[in-house]
T-cell receptor, first 113, second 115 residues
């Protein structure tokens, strides 16, 4: 199993550009999430999904969109990049709810200039 | 709302020293508690967990006990190694309505172990 994969690993954008961060998992997990990690802030939840076709907002959803058309894929779209979105982005998946381990991807380091 | 408070880092220890990283939480109900570890340049991975009061999670020589009376889940290791150098995150999860659950992370504690 590849686990959770993310692409790209690094990305530089100019303010106002859009892009999609890809996330895929091959563990047949229902639950998938996107987090951003900023120095001194820990991880903050952006969006999550409890199954194909179902998504919901997390703690910091503004400026991001998600969709979940298949169990395997959960892309994160930046609509119009801003310097405040410079961060490291992690995708995670889990088998179930409370008490289940989250499996994290290796992360995407995004810089917006 | 829910919150997780970890001791401020960075923590610097010599090899074979005893490690404690404090973690306390605020949450309603009966959350599950986790410690995740992040090695340089990598994503987070689960280190250990406990799902009910008085449970002890353990892995790779690390331990933490779920103390509901003190709302704590302190991470301990008797003898650290250089390879334990990483960022450690305490986290909790609990139901947040319907079939959803909410996972809350602490800010992380950087541990550096010197030879």
């Amino acid at each position: 199993n590849a686990g959770v994969t993310q692409t790209p690993k690094f990305q530089v954008l100019k303010t106002g550009q859009s892009m999609t961060l890809q996330c895929a998992q091959d563990m047949n997990h229902e639950y998938m999430s996107w987090y951003r990690q900023d120095p001194g802030m820990g991880l903050r939840l952006i969006h999550y999904s409890v199954g194909a076709g179902i998504t919901d907002q997390g703690e910091v959803p503004n400026g991001y969109n998600v969709s979940r058309s298949t169990t395997e894929d959960f892309p994160l779209r930046l609509l119009s990049a801003a310097p405040s979105q410079t961060s490291v982005y992690f995708c995670a998946s889990s088998y179930g709810q409370q008490g289940y381990e989250q499996y994290f991807g290796p992360g995407t380091r995004l810089t917006v200039t | 709302g829910d919150s997780v408070t970890q001791m401020e880092g960075p923590v610097t220890l010599s090899e074979e020293a005893f490690l404690t990283i404090n973690c306390t939480y605020t949450a309603t109900g009966y959350p599950s508690l986790f410690w995740y570890v992040q090695y340089p340049g990598e994503g987070l991975q689960l280190l250990l967990k406990a799902t009910k009061a008085d449970d002890k999670g353990s892995n790779k020589g690390f331990e933490a006990t779920y103390r509901k009376e003190t709302t704590s889940f302190h991470l301990e290791k008797g003898s650290v190694q250089v390879s334990d150098s990483a960022v450690y995150f305490c986290a909790l999860s609990r139901p947040s309505g319907g079939s959803n659950y909410k996972l809350t992370f602490g800010k992380g504690t950087l541990l550096t172990v010197n030879p």
